[in-house]
């Protein structure tokens, strides 16, 4: 049975196909399972790159995360091996992993980070406070402040885990795992035996850097990429994690100095609404107080009082960072 439509039959991938569309449509037989299977992998592993588009909307995304409000906090996490993210996820190869919907290059969930993330709080952290549920059943605080509960979504946000653009080649692999008794593990009664016929599934695993973020108050945004960078480091992030797979070494990324002089010097009382927030929301300790009084001095101090005495936010933000 064929898995494609005739106007398709032709169809093979080329340099910056996108890598998710091929595994849910490339498909060419359905009834030849393994083989045709096999064809669709290796037919994509052998002409996968990076979609240029993808460099440029990663620079985008990388400058606007770090504008983010008030404290994002930024890392590289390197694979020590192999990673397989989404393996259990609906698909027509019945195993999966998941690609950026868009580019269809490895990304890891932000939902599966804070997932990690919570789970080793609560198995790590010694104090109560950061236990998922204490002994007369209530939520540890901490824990419900940085990862929230049924009423509130906590205080940090995960964002996804980009991967990180570098050379030409997508960096997927083809990888296998044995049932060596199918008859046993589906339930049919039948003991596993020496003659059992094992079947050997491939998967498509992932490897190289990715880029973490998270964004809350600035204490808990450290909190919260603390933990994460022990979890991936001691759990791993994925499936088959008992198997090795999904560690990952974790680096703190230095956050370039945001260059505010330029966007003060362009201020105006037509904009100030939007830009003062801007600029302070990169800035953070004597840097951000700096900018603060050249406001002060571009805008005057009389107008920023009284538009603060009008309740206006950003002339109250501006007077707060100050230290006025």
């Known amino acids: ?55 440029r909307f990663y620079q985008r995304w990388l400058q606007s995360i770090q504008a983010l409000e008030p404290c994002t906090r930024l890392a590289e996490a390197t694979t020590l091996g192999r990673m397989v993210v989404g393996l259990g996820a609906e698909s027509i190869l019945e195993i999966s992993i998941t690609l950026h919907r868009t580019y269809g290059v490895p990304i890891i969930p932000g939902s599966a980070l804070k997932g990690l993330a919570a789970a080793a709080a609560h198995k790590h952290l010694e104090h109560p406070d950061w236990l998922k549920i204490r002994e007369d059943g209530t939520m540890g605080p901490s824990h419900r402040i940085l990862f929230g509960d049924t009423e509130s979504s906590g205080y940090v946000t995960f964002h996804d885990a980009l991967w990180i653009p570098e050379g030409e080649r997508l960096f997927l692999d083809l990888d296998v795992m044995t049932v060596h008794h199918p008859g046993y593990y589906q339930q049919e009664g039948l003991p596993p035996a020496d003659w059992d016929n094992p079947t050997p599934v491939a998967f498509l695993s992932a490897r190289g850097r990715f880029l973490l973020a998270v964004t809350g108050p600035e204490e808990w945004a450290k909190a919260a990429m603390d933990i994460l960078t022990e979890a991936l480091d001691q759990d791993g992030i994925g499936a088959k994690t008992a198997a090795g797979y999904g560690r990952m070494s974790v680096a703190p990324k230095p956050v370039p100095r945001f260059i505010w002089e330029p966007s003060v010097a362009a201020l105006h009382l037509g ?19 700096r900018a603060a009084l050249a406001i002060i001095e571009k805008l005057t101090r009389n107008v920023v009082r009284r538009r603060a005495a009008e309740d206006k936010n950003w002339a109250k933000r501006v007077l707060e960072a100050e230290g006025t």
């Open 1 to 55: 049975m064929n898995g494609r439509r005739e106007i398709l039959e032709s169809l093979t991938p080329a340099p910056g196909t996108h890598a998710g569309l091929w595994l849910d449509q490339g498909l060419a037989d359905l009834i030849e399972g393994g083989p045709a299977k096999q064809r669709l992998y290796d037919d994509l592993l052998g002409a996968a790159t990076v979609p240029e588009d993808y460099r």
């Open 271 to 289: 904009n100030v609404g939007s830009e003062v927030p801007r600029i302070l929301g990169q800035l953070t300790g004597e840097e951000r107080r």
